[in-house]
C-alpha cells in the first residue's frame, strides 16, 4: 500500500513527545572535545554496591541508569506496537442491526511507536499506517457475504476521535443481499468505535511498558 504520507511520522512522533509546555524539553549539544590519556580504576566494594542500588532504583522508575533525573528519555517500540495492533484488531467483531462485520487480517503495518521519559513522566505515542481485511456476513436467512479491505494511514492517538472519517474502505466482493457497495461500505464504517476502542487498548498498553 502507497503510503503518501510516510513523510510526516517523524513531526507527528515529536508533536506527541513535547505537546505539553510543562513536559517539553529540548537539548543543544556542544561541539567539544577531550583530551588527555585515562587510566582505569577498579571500582571499590562500596562503590559496587552504590552502582547496583542506583540499577535497582532506576529500574523501579522506569529509568536507565545514567538517566536517573528522567530528564528525557527515549525508546523505539515499533516492532512490539505492530505485533499488539495485529493481536488486537484480527477477529474483532462488530454486529449491526443487519449484518456482522469482523476483521480476518492485518497487513501492510508500517509506521512507528515511541515511549518516552520526560522530566519523571512517561508518556507513549505511535504513527501507524495499516490495512485490515473485512468479512461482512448479512444476519437473516440469505446469509449473503462480503468482503474488502480498510485502512488507516500515519493514525496517532490524538487523531482517534476522528476515526470513521480517516477510515478508508473498499469492497472487493458483494453478494445480492447486499444493496451496493456505497452502503456496504457505509455499514463497515460502522466499526470505527471498536477500532477506536482497540487503538486506545494499544496507547495504554505502549504507556504501561
Known amino acids: 500500500m502507497n503510503n503518501a504520507k510516510g513523510t510526516e511520522a517523524p513531526n507527528k512522533l515529536i508533536e506527541q513527545a513535547t505537546s505539553k509546555a510543562d513536559l517539553s524539553y529540548s537539548y543543544w549539544a556542544a561541539g567539544q572535545s577531550v583530551s588527555g590519556t585515562f587510566a582505569e580504576k577498579k571500582l571499590t566494594e562500596a562503590e559496587l554496591k552504590e552502582q547496583e542500588q542506583r540499577a535497582r532504583e532506576a529500574s523501579e522508575k522506569g529509568v536507565s541508569v545514567w538517566n536517573q533525573a528522567g530528564t528525557f528519555e527515549e525508546r523505539d517500540v515499533s516492532g512490539w506496537a505492530k505485533e499488539q495492533l495485529i493481536l ?30 520526560v522530566r519523571g513522566k512517561k508518556r507513549a505515542g505511535f504513527d501507524l499506517t495499516f490495512e485490515a481485511a473485512w468479512c461482512a456476513t448479512m444476519t437473516d436467512t440469505c446469509a449473503a457475504e462480503a468482503t474488502g479491505t480498510l485502512s ?7 487523531e482517534l476521535d476522528e476515526l470513521e472519517d480517516l477510515l478508508q474502505v473498499s469492497v472487493s466482493r458483494r453478494d445480492e443481499g447486499f444493496s451496493s457497495d456505497a452502503a456496504l461500505m457505509g455499514l463497515v464504517k460502522s466499526i470505527a468505535d471498536k477500532l477506536q476502542q482497540q487503538l486506545d487498548k494499544l496507547h495504554q498498553l505502549l504507556k504501561d511498558r
Open 88 to 117: 488486537l484488531l484480527v477477529g474483532l467483531e462488530h454486529r449491526t442491526p443487519t449484518a456482522i462485520i469482523t476483521l480476518t487480517e492485518v497487513k501492510n503495518t508500517t509506521g512507528e511507536a515511541h515511549v518516552w521519559l
Open 152 to 158: 488507516l494511514t500515519n493514525i496517532s492517538p490524538d
